[in-house]
């Protein structure tokens, strides 16, 4: 397989010459992404549920999370923009560049968190007879390649011969092996350890949330928007599922353990696809981490940006540990869902799916829009206040999770000043 170096495409829109990528591409690339040690991970977390509130929440989460993520992506299909510059007619121009600071954050997290698990993996398969150094700066420099290749090589030569059957074949063994196993009835007739149905579906619909800020750098490239829209929600959810399902059936958060758990299954082989597929998780965080830093500084060379976030990430990735990792996925559901609650309020509510070029790249719209900066403040502190890990956190409330409420607010909130702006010119000129 031969990976050639792709052109920069940048922010600037994809021209319709410039979309190649069908249906099946995308169902194979976002089934791909919905697979990872790291979803095991964050699936082993709702064990502390009951395995009727988990699997009720993974299956709503999954797929309710999905569509989000699929609305998203159709807004770069629709105009072949990349998410950032999605953001902009909502925002301003000036207004995306907090989410594309705190966008690039996120993706560094992951990367990180990616290339640890694989180069700790791989150090166990080995034996640890390479370095856990060497091998976090191997699968840095392989990332980095597969960033450099850029959306459309991977998509066709990457995921499409390879990676998308290790997706579907691993879990499908994962989760038979899994049921198989001696202990999975006590799991099954589990009552939990006190977590409830709506913070075990926070937790799920974090992970297709993580995705939103990101979608439209891939999708931009989609010759029809429908077509890639069904094959998003349709792909991502389906793995989505089994690997939070093969989590909660593992039990535990443990990177270091899920990794024996899979090396016990066809002898480690299992383990080895599994690296192959997670190889793509992390090249598509360091791609849209320099698209996003190119919505602030567009003259930037998206190599080099690639080649300095794999560096920064692989030395992160020698000192980090995964301790924090549920904090991580909450915290991208505070910033990221009430964020999206605005954007799709004002692409498909407030202006009808009618984006223009001067929206997102004239000079009128230079500014911050502080009605949409308001309404995704409102979310986040509502998010923040209803989250158990706030310190703003109230126990007397209800438990009915933070997602949904803050996406509402931020959503209605934006309705709500766009409304009375557009109200008080006529009043005015009625005086």
Known sequence: MAIIRAPEWGITPISEKGRRLGG????????????????????????????????LAIVAGSVGGSVLLALAGKIGSDHGVTSLVSMRPAFGIRGSYLPAILNVMQLVGWTTFEIMIMARAAALLSGNAIPYPALAAAFGAVVALLGIAGP??????????????????????????????????DIITSQGKGMSFFTALDLVIAMPISWMPLVADYNRFAKKSRTAFWATLIGFALTNMMFYFGGVLLGTFDVLAIIVAMQAIFFGFLMLLLLVDEADNAFADLYSAAVSVQDILPRLSQKHLIIGFTAFSTVLATVVTIQDYETFLLLIGAIFVPLFGVVLTDYYLVKRQKYTEGMMFG???????????????????????????????????????ATMPSFAAASLAYLAIVRFMQRRPKAELAK
């Open 24 to 55: 099946l591409d995308y169902f194979i690339l976002w089934s791909s992404l919905g697979v990872g040690l790291l979803v095991l991970s964050a699936g082993s977390f709702l064990s502390s549920a009951s395995f009727v509130d988990a699997t």
């Open 152 to 185: 459309l090589a991977v998509a066709r030569q990457w995921l499409g011969k390879f990676a998308v059957w290790i997706a579907y074949g691993t879990s499908g063994i994962i989760i038979v092996t899994l049921l198989m196993a001696p202990g999975a009835h």
């Open 363 to 401: 000079i009128s719209n230079k500014g911050i829009a502080w009605p949409a900066v308001a309404a995704w403040a409102i979310g986040a502190l509502l998010n923040f206040v209803m989250s158990p890990l706030s310190p703003l956190y109230v126990p007397s409330m209800p438990t009915i999770g």
